[in-house]
């Protein structure tokens, strides 16, 4: 099985910070990575599929990059609604989600 | 608008079953793969099974395989989760979600970019 393990597991950021979260992954996966934004008590929400392609409808200040094992999300200038929990999920052999990283007002 | 609703979810008792069910609408529920997720009270996202566009092809993560069944009905746009035995750690939101990738059958995924607003089980 591929485990994905992001960090940090928490990230206290201000408005406009430039924010990077980090996926790893126990294997190579080449491109086959997503990420998702989830909000309290709501469903995920796709944000970056490929690694880097951005979903249709999402802001442009969400960027992925990476590949093989090592990949990044990173939000540009982060605004009040990116407060949220982001997670990474591979689909290079099944379907398995990272721990999820807490984006929290500093 | 595209969208999916789940039910089916409650409190049951340690043993015993409970289907649950996600019904589709404003897209063309055949042609797509449909996964479902959950995620125990305060942790994380885990995936649990996927059911491919019709229906020929099953996956199920080990954690479930053998207790928990996925099937579709194409005729009415549901996809559906029969779990069985279920365990106090089966206690979770249960999310039904759309493969991206158009006509998924064992292909490469894209990923998953409908999401309803989940259903709760509770085992206890």
């Known amino acids: 099985d591929i485990q994905m393990t992001q960090s940090p597991s928490t990230l206290s950021a201000s408005v406009g910070d430039r924010v990077t979260i980090t996926c790893r992954a126990s294997?190579?996966?080449?491109?086959?990575l997503a990420w998702y934004q989830q909000k309290p008590g709501k469903a995920p929400k796709l944000l970056i599929y490929d690694a880097s392609n951005l979903e249709s409808g999402v802001p442009s200040r969400f960027s992925g990059s990476g590949s093989g094992r090592e990949f990044t999300l990173t939000i540009s200038s982060l605004q009040p609604d990116d407060f949220a929990t982001y997670y990474c999920?591979?689909?290079?052999?099944?379907?398995?989600f990272g721990q999820g990283t807490k984006v929290e007002i500093k | 608008q595209v969208q999916l609703v789940e039910s089916g979810g409650g409190v049951v008792q340690p043993g015993r079953s409970l289907r649950l069910s996600c019904a589709a609408s404003?897209?063309?529920?055949?042609?797509?793969?449909m996964h479902w997720v959950r995620q125990a009270p305060g942790e994380g996202l885990e995936w649990v099974a996927l059911?491919?566009?019709?229906?020929?092809?099953?996956y199920y993560a080990d954690s479930v395989k053998g207790q928990f069944t996925i099937s579709r009905d194409n005729s009415k746009n549901t996809v559906y989760l029969q779990m069985n035995s279920l365990r106090t750690e089966d206690t979770a939101v249960y999310y039904c979600?759309?493969?991206?990738?158009?006509?998924?059958?064992?292909?490469?995924?894209?990923?998953?970019?409908?999401w309803g607003q989940g259903t709760t089980v509770t085992v206890s």
């Open positions: 404003g897209f063309t529920f055949s042609s797509y793969a």
């Open positions: 059911i491919s566009y019709d229906g020929n092809n099953k």
């Open positions: 294997q190579t996966i080449s491109t086959w």
């Open positions: 979600a759309r493969e991206r990738t158009l006509h998924y059958y064992g292909s490469q995924s894209s990923g998953m970019d409908v």
């Open positions: 999920q591979q689909y290079n052999s099944y379907w398995a």
